[in-house]
């Protein structure tokens, strides 16, 4: 029976109460008669600061590349502490999962996905789309896994390397406003508009696509820094999935698929229409 490890990443200790319930609840539905090793990385404490807070340890993290940064804290400190295998799982999970989306979703967990993503080079979690293929690594992306809660066996974590971007921030943005990213950053045109309407709620000729982060703002000097640091975490959120599958896994959703109705018929094809008409009125310009 695969093994299950805990990487939860806090910022202060405001949720930890509610995020440990959570986890508790998403840890019985994977491995329902075992019990999971559980790692608490804060990134409001100095890496390897230890302190105890109602009965659980908190280890320091590494605050800047958000999440990320602090799991690779949390890795290093796991490997201290057990001698992992390659068919262990990791839950990697951050307090957002509950507290800024539908922790319901999370409730697809079962021990199925345990044993397939130890046994497969897999990423498996809530899976999101694209509005339009999207060129990231030099392929076009359709798919990405949630960051906020997701597992992958150690196998395929040593296999891709570092949860961090490749390319570190200062090749990738200026310190300019509105220009935001460097013009050499190696970022396709089409993702940084996706990112600018994502994150600072612009337009854009080069897609219909107007979804916007829950913080989204206009950027302005005040909020440069915070929002560099959310770009470059959904840079890796994004990687992460992109180099599990260009090392021949694979993405795999929790969500079951929406039942076939007249009314997802009529929302697909609406929803391609406005792509049309979109594409059509540029073609003109």
């Known amino acids: 029976m695969p093994r299950l490890f805990i990487l939860y990443l806090q910022y202060t ?152 971007h490749p390319v570190p921030k200062e090749a990738i943005f200026t310190s300019e406003i509105p220009t935001f990213f460097h013009p050499d950053s190696g970022l396709d045109k089409k993702y940084i508009a996706v990112l600018r309407i994502w994150l600072f709620r612009e337009e854009s000729d080069l897609l219909s696509w107007r979804k916007h982060w829950y913080k989204s703002a206009p950027l302005t000097a005040e909020n440069y820094e915070f929002m560099r640091l959310k770009a470059y975490s959904i840079l890796c959120e994004h990687d992460l999935s992109a180099r599990v599958c260009d090392r021949g896994g694979k993405l795999r959703n929790i969500v079951p698929r929406p039942k076939i109705t007249l009314r997802v018929i009529y929302n697909f094809l609406l929803r391609h229409a406005r792509k049309y008409m979109f594409s059509m009125k540029n073609s003109e310009k």
Request: hydrophobic share 35%.
């Open 13 to 164: 200790t405001q949720f930890t109460q509610a995020g440990l319930l959570h986890l508790d609840e998403i840890a019985h539905r994977l491995q329902p008669y075992g019990q999971a090793h559980r790692i608490i990385i804060d990134n409001a404490l100095p890496t390897g600061i230890t302190e105890h807070y109602e009965g659980n340890t908190l280890h320091g993290g590494d605050n800047s590349s958000h999440e990320f940064s602090g799991w690779e804290v949390g890795i290093r400190i796991l490997e201290t502490q057990v001698q992992l295998t390659y068919t262990d799982v990791l839950l990697f999970a951050n307090d957002s999962f509950f507290r800024n989306y539908d922790p319901d979703l999370q409730r697809h967990f079962t021990h199925k996905h345990l044993r397939a993503t130890s046994r497969k080079r897999v990423l498996t979690g809530v899976v999101d789309d694209f509005a339009e293929p999207t060129m990231i690594s030099g392929k076009l992306r359709t798919l990405w896994v949630r960051s906020n809660c997701f597992l992958i066996s150690y196998k395929t974590l040593k296999k891709i390397g570092s949860l961090i």
